[in-house]
């Protein structure tokens, strides 16, 4: 775990500045290969952004070839109309869709934080009956592709009449064998026992240990879950496909992929695309404001994953 | 993944806890907490892993027909399976995406945090907040964006290449939506690869390199046969990662198959297959079939991966 400390500290500046006198000291100026190199990386990355933001103001005869072209604005700004059209189009929709998005994330990565972090500490601390070899099967299942699942899981859950409503998308999303996995493994050296065993010699139950002593000490990880979880739930896109068919439910993703569908088979002059370039702009608004936020948490926890 | 790899100093503890503790019954008593802390995860794990699998499997060695009902036929999904011409051209489309992605991805991804660790410039901290950007975004609106900017009717592309004098080819024809396809990818996880491969560089004590410096080494070497040995359990990680998503390649090609009239069949990778299966054809037996061999596939090459490089991975 020293890694995730080292990395966080680094990242504040400690070692940043050594190496910056490092590089000055061996190559005596700013290294101006590298930095082109790093400026065509960032054009390519950034510029499908810079569209769909910039394609966000127009309306759908200025996305077909207005006065800016692709890459620059029109004359013309139609943002405020594109979002009162969202509003519009089918009693606005695209913000129930928005709505749900946050709803399946935030309640299935949380949900599968709190389990993760739960049953990371569990197989950390304790030595039960059964914990290596369930630990074991586990280890397996993250390499399990959790889309074989969504079919069978379709199925059952149709069968206890699940399908069609938000527990078919929540509960699936509560499964991480991963996050358990980033969670032992951290709890495991971030946690160390002396302290657990000094807080049950002063009379803490099991319990108490757990929420006043390991709680704030595992706050990186339960961080680098959180965000990985509710990415994941987010991003899903085949199981809420499959187990939901009401318009009402949708998770932005599939409504605006359905509007997609309706406006490619250009029957009745569906002219959506307007509409489809704004949800989608709002739509990524949310995750980006998140990570640059969060910035100091992710950036370390993101390689809890690769610790030996 | 790597359980095995911190065994010293937790198994010393255990000794050590157990020799203490042995004559204590409340140490015994204290153990079983652990399933307590372990069980809603536990109903969880069996209700949408274990169970499922199960079902699955069960309902995979099934066939339905209207006139019989459910009718046991044993492995003859799987034989079906194995011998479709569908799911074995999807295995090897999904192979060879594996082929080319996985390589693409690592190597932006590689490179990038290889730069970015060697400067420490505002810019290489913006860079790197923007080369990780795309990981924001959902995997269907990439998806959407890029499909707009392949589009000949929307996208850049005719512009920029016009300023070449050149005429844009079209992305989403035929022959070219393979190599479109890997763009999307690349694109959307280089970023999120970067950050990670970058982390474990910056977890190198940097007191290596002066004494490389002073032996001669070039930066290049010092990138080459310090860096890069050094995170290779890093570098297993992501080959992992890109390995998984690769073989389950859906959601992408799903949603291009819209724009990408023609190019793109039901039946282009094996989760596509399976999918149209069930909710086209409401063939839920072979499509289950069809998803537990995928899982298998998945399941033993990532293992086989993880076999080969354990010496690098550091798992014994």
């Known amino acids: ?308 | 993944m790597a359980t095995t790899t911190a065994p010293t100093s937790s198994h010393r503890a255990e000794a050590h806890q157990q020799v203490k503790h042995r004559p204590d019954r409340n140490y015994r008593r204290r153990q079983r907490w652990g399933w307590l802390f372990v069980a809603p995860f536990a109903l969880i794990f069996l209700t949408f892993l274990v169970l499922p699998l199960v079902f699955a499997f069960r309902m995979s060695l099934f066939t339905s027909t209207l006139a019989t009902g459910d009718r046991f036929v044993g492995f003859a999904n799987y034989a079906k399976a194995f011998t479709d011409p569908l799911f074995l051209d999807g295995l090897l489309t999904v192979a060879k995406f594996g082929l080319i992605m996985i390589p693409a991805q690592m190597i932006v991804a590689l490179i990038a945090a290889l730069v970015l660790d060697n400067l420490a410039t505002w810019a290489s901290k913006f860079s790197r907040l923007m080369i990780f950007i795309p990981y924001a975004v959902p995997v269907v609106i990439g998806a959407l964006m890029w499909g707009f900017l392949y589009s000949p009717r929307f996208g850049p592309a005719s512009t920029l290449f016009a300023l070449f004098g050149a005429e844009a080819p079209n992305f989403l024809a035929q022959d070219s939506i393979f190599g479109s396809l890997v763009n999307i990818v690349t694109w959307q996880w280089a970023g999120y690869y970067m950050i990670i491969i970058y982390a474990a560089l910056r977890g190198i004590d940097p007191g290596i390199y002066e004494a490389a410096v002073l032996d001669g080494a070039s930066d290049r070497q010092i990138a080459t046969r310090i860096k890069v040995p050094m995170i290779s359990s890093s570098l297993v990680m992501v080959v992992i990662f890109a390995l998984i998503g690769t073989l389950q390649f859906f959601t992408e090609p799903q949603v291009l198959r819209g724009v990408a009239q023609g190019a793109i069949p039901t039946d282009y990778t094996p989760n596509m297959y399976a999918f149209s299966l069930a909710f086209s054809y409401s063939q839920f037996n072979y499509a289950s079939a069809i998803s537990f061999a995928l899982g298998i596939v998945v399941f033993v090459f990532s293992f086989f991966f993880l076999f080969l490089t354990r010496k690098q991975s550091g798992l014994k």
């Not at chain 1, 101006?32 to 990355?45: A, D, E, K, Q």
């Not at chain 1, 399908?163 to 509960?171: E, S």
């Not at chain 1, 990524?284 to 100091?296: E, M, R, T, V, Y």
Request: proline share 5%.
């Open chain 1, 1 to 308: 775990m020293a890694l995730v400390t080292d990395t966080l500290d680094s990242q504040q500046g400690g070692r940043g500045r050594s190496a910056a006198s490092r590089t000055r000291a061996r190559s005596g100026g700013p290294r101006i290969g590298s930095h082109i190199f790093l400026l065509i990386l960032v054009i390519y990355f950034i510029t499908p952004i810079w569209w769909l933001t910039v394609a966000s103001t127009k309306d759908t005869a200025g996305l077909f070839g207005g006065s800016g072209g692709p890459l620059w604005f029109d004359d013309e700004f139609h943002f405020v109309d594109n979002v009162q059209g969202l509003f519009d189009r089918q009693n606005g929709i695209y913000w129930r869709w928005l709505g749900n998005s946050f709803l399946y994330a935030i309640s299935g990565g949380v949900g599968a934080t709190v389990l993760a972090v739960l049953a990371g500490y569990g197989f950390a601390k304790y030595r039960f009956r059964g914990r290596g070899a369930f630990f074991g099967i586990l280890l397996g299942a993250v390499m399990v592709p959790l889309t074989a699942l969504v079919i069978p899981t379709f199925v059952l859950l149709s069968e206890v009449g699940l399908v069609n409503t938000i527990w078919a998308v929540i509960l699936p999303s509560l499964l991480s064998p991963f996050g358990v996995y980033l969670m032992r493994v951290f709890a495991q050296e971030a946690v160390p026992d002396e302290l657990l065993d000094a807080a049950r010699i002063d009379g803490a139950g099991e319990l108490r240990t757990f929420f006043t002593i390991a709680l704030p000490l595992l706050r990186p990880a339960i961080v680098t879950v959180l965000l990985l979880s509710v990415v994941g739930t987010w991003n899903n896109f085949f199981l809420p496909l499959a187990v939901l068919s009401d318009p009402l439910l949708l998770p932005v993703t599939v409504g605006l992929n359905g509007w997609t569908a309706l406006s490619n088979a250009g029957s009745g002059g569906e002219a959506l695309w307007n509409l489809i370039t704004t949800g989608a702009f709002i739509s990524i608004i949310p995750l980006i404001i998140a990570f640059l936020s969060l910035q100091k948490y992710w950036q370390g926890g993101l390689s809890l994953g690769s610790l030996k």
